[in-house]
């Protein structure tokens, strides 16, 4: 998968230290994946969920969530956002 942007990967790893690995492990695995639905998604990654457009993926043991736009046909990710889970939970992405 491509995924766009990795900036924004890297900037929340700025803002929050703990997240840099999480968050460098799941570029990993997304860049090397070749998904063609959600469902294969969540054999890789379970901690996954779709809402609307969006797919919303677990981070650090629910601490974060990374959202985003997964194209499965053209295999790119758009990265929305990456929230704390209280962020999250305000409902202020959707």
Excluded: C
Aim: no cysteine; charged share 25%; hydrophobic share 45%.
């Amino acid at each position: 998968m491509h995924i766009i942007s990795r900036k924004r990967l890297l900037e929340a790893g700025i803002l929050h230290i703990d997240l840099i690995d999480p968050l460098d492990m799941w570029f990993r695995i997304a860049k090397k994946a070749a998904w063609k639905n959600l469902t294969e998604l969540r054999q890789q990654m379970p901690a996954t969920d779709g809402f609307g457009k969006y797919t919303v993926f677990n981070i650090k043991g629910n601490a974060y969530r990374l959202i985003a736009e997964v194209f499965y046909d053209s295999g790119v990710i758009l990265v929305r956002s990456i929230l704390t889970h209280a962020e999250y939970s305000k409902e202020g992405w959707k």
